[in-house]
């Protein structure tokens, strides 16, 4: 089915450590979005790529780097993982300027 | 600042008890309200697109409406298979289309 592909689903990592959130769209949309989900917080923006060639922070950037590999691929990198980075990391993509989003489905992590 | 405030945070309903969830937002220039439902451990669904006052999407016992400032999501005899979070979002009024998202209302419906 087309959509929006994460890997992985589940991760564990110890403090310290570093991982790439991976995120891939067969729309052939040009924006995607990396969100993060946390009880009672919502969805709250890390960083976006509004077409291939940009990246701009978002809400929450801090400790989080991003790669728009091609138009198709969007990766997110913990490059220290903390304690407050455990959450629930959600991958979307749109057309750029109409329609709406569609989302992966989602990235549980936990920093130990 | 673009805002979106949705209302109540927790709603229980009994089973064909039918009710309204709201999405308030401040954006100059809508370019469009959007409504998912999000299951718990799942990302965020699609559901409806509404984009000018007036204008009303329906999907099973879900309709959601539009007005200048709020928009609303009415659930008609819901059953407990319509338990979820719905969430609203709007595009930002600048340049960018980057989504506000509101902090949704997490709906039980009971048997």
């Known amino acids: 089915n087309a959509g929006v592909t994460q890997t992985p689903k589940f991760q564990v990592l110890k403090t310290g450590q570093s991982m790439t959130l991976q995120c891939a769209q067969d729309?052939?949309?040009?924006?995607m979005y990396w969100y993060r989900q946390d009880p009672g917080m919502g969805l709250r923006l890390i960083y976006y790529?509004?077409?291939?060639?940009?990246?701009d922070k978002g809400e929450v950037p801090n400790g989080y780097n991003v790669s728009r590999l091609n138009k198709r691929e969007f990766s997110l990198r913990l490059e220290s993982a903390a304690p407050s980075q455990t959450s629930v990391y959600f991958c979307a993509s749109s057309q750029q300027g109409r329609g709406g989003y569609t989302f992966g489905s989602g990235t549980r992590l936990t920093v130990v | 600042e673009d805002q979106v405030t949705q209302s109540p945070e927790a709603l229980r309903l009994q089973e064909g008890e039918s009710s309204s969830l709201n999405c308030s937002y401040t954006?100059?220039?809508?370019?469009?309200l959007f409504w998912y439902r999000q299951d718990p451990g799942k990302g965020p669904e699609f559901l409806f697109t509404?984009?000018?006052a007036g204008e009303e999407k329906e999907k099973e016992r879900l309709k959601a409406t539009l007005t200048k400032k709020e928009s609303f999501l009415h659930i008609t005899a819901p059953k407990p298979e319509d338990s979820a979070t719905y969430l609203c979002?709007?595009?930002?009024?600048?340049?960018?289309?980057?989504?506000?998202f509101g902090r949704g209302t997490s709906l039980i419906v009971h048997p």
């Open positions: 509404l984009y000018s």
């Open positions: 790529s509004a077409s291939e060639g940009t990246t």
């Open positions: 729309m052939n949309h040009n924006s």
């Open positions: 979002a709007v595009p930002s009024s600048g340049g960018s289309y980057i989504p506000t």
């Open positions: 954006v100059s220039g809508l370019r469009g």
